[in-house]
């Protein structure tokens, strides 16, 4: 049964993905089921079933988190051995990095091999989520600047590889404001490759404001492995838990070259390796996520966090601005450092003053590196959400038109 959508201006205030055409029919889905949702990070791809609640904060968790990462054999001789795969997925891969070769399927949140990428939602429903894919609809997340066309391939693979039987692609930025239960806002994504700074209006990214920054979480970590002449995961350690932003960097820069350098409440001075020594540090453990406000500090010729954010509100109309510096939201596991809030919010007071009375408010949630994917689960458990699909029926009659028509809908601006 046809039936035509008229709520269109209801939707447009109420959901973040919610622009949906009055001239095009959606498919009524009688019994909608459980949604699954699928967050496609450039480091992680975290997936669940929406509905049910079971963390101690009462936030429904991931049933799966896995490295977005493939991994296959150097040498095609060894797959003649016997309990030998030719494909390992995820942390599997990466525990057998020396002998595999390992590609990164999501690389600047963008897919650039979809065949990889296809194998890691295969072995999600197989292995995490122990689900047919054909069982539930699913929401899959998109990067706030990627393309179209990519979107037309991921509904490929998911409605004629993976057989599921309808589906949503929402923009991430929305999605992590959504968990913030707001739909006007700035959303800061701080992720693995890249910073995305997402103006957003009554849940509509404005994608012509779109800002995005080149350093991410890898970046960082980068840093740290050149200063520590550690390899790159025990770099990440190193800078989860001993890193953190200072409020003063040139100050705390005075404050360590005296000695007294003490670091933030809940955030080690020293860091332990595995055999049991103290890593001696010659950087101190801000400088590494200094370069989101420094870039400079690696070579990069691009302005701070702070300056991107406010550019990115200083160029969207004046009558929602005051709103946007109201809600400049973080999301993405790089915005995890002790300090970032403060600092930014310092750091975007000094560059508004006070013009015009401007209020900076920094807001923050915890759990907020899967904000992105708590968020999709809240947009799933809504009664409108059924809209909001494309189903397999609508795929194979309209095609890609279908994608460009309303999945597509979540990315433009």
Not at 296 to 313: D, F, K, M, T
Not at 378 to 391: K, P, T, V
Not at 394 to 402: A, D, K, L, N, P
Request: net charge neutral.
């Amino acid at each position: 049964m046809l039936r035509r959508c008229r709520w269109r201006a209801f939707f447009k205030f109420l959901t973040p993905t919610l622009i949906l055409f009055d001239d095009f029919p959606v498919l009524a889905m009688p019994g909608l089921r459980e949604v699954v949702v699928i967050d496609n990070g450039s480091y992680t791809i975290k997936a669940g079933v929406s509905g049910t609640y079971g963390s101690p904060t009462g936030t429904k968790l991931p049933d799966g988190v896995l490295r977005a990462l493939i991994g296959r054999h150097r040498h095609p001789a060894l797959l003649t051995m016997p309990n030998i795969q030719a494909i390992y997925h995820g942390h599997s891969a990466f525990r057998r990095r020396g002998i595999l070769g390992l590609r990164r399927p999501i690389q600047n949140a963008s897919i650039v091999n979809f065949d990889d990428v296809e194998a890691l939602w295969t072995y999600i429903y197989r292995e995490d989520l122990e689900l047919p894919p054909s069982s539930h609809p699913v929401m899959m997340t998109d990067s706030p600047l990627n393309n179209p066309q990519d979107r037309s391939r991921m509904a490929q693979i998911a409605f004629d590889t993976l057989n599921v039987p309808a589906l949503n692609i929402s923009n991430t930025a929305s999605l992590a404001l959504y968990a913030y239960s707001r739909t006007t806002g700035v959303v800061v994504d701080a992720g693995e490759d890249v910073t995305h700074i997402v103006p957003i209006q009554h849940g509509i990214p404005i994608r012509a404001k779109t800002l995005r920054i080149d350093i991410g979480g890898r970046d960082l970590a980068e840093s740290v492995a050149f200063s520590t002449g550690e390899v790159l995961h025990v770099a990440r350690d190193i800078l989860a838990k001993t890193g953190y932003v200072a409020l003063d960097h040139r100050g705390e820069v005075e404050v360590y070259r005296g000695g007294r350098g003490r670091p933030p409440e809940g955030v080690r001075e020293n860091y332990e390796l595995p055999d049991g020594s103290v890593l001696a540090m010659s950087d101190p453990p801000f400088m590494a996520p200094e370069l989101l406000f420094q870039p400079i500090l690696r070579g990069y010729n691009s302005p701070g966090v702070h300056q991107q954010v406010e550019a990115c509100i200083s160029s969207v109309d004046t009558a929602i601005r005051q709103e946007l510096y109201s809600n400049v939201v973080l999301s993405g596991g790089s915005s995890l450092f002790p300090g970032l809030p403060e600092r930014l919010r310092k750091e975007m007071s000094l560059l508004v003053g006070n013009e015009g009375k401007k209020s900076v408010e920094v807001v923050t949630m915890e759990g907020r590196e899967i904000a992105s994917w708590i968020g999709g689960t809240i947009l799933a458990g809504l009664g409108i959400f059924e809209s909001m699909l494309a189903s397999k029926q609508e795929w194979q009659e309209f095609g890609e038109s279908i994608v460009h028509r309303r999945l597509d809908a979540a990315g433009s601006g």
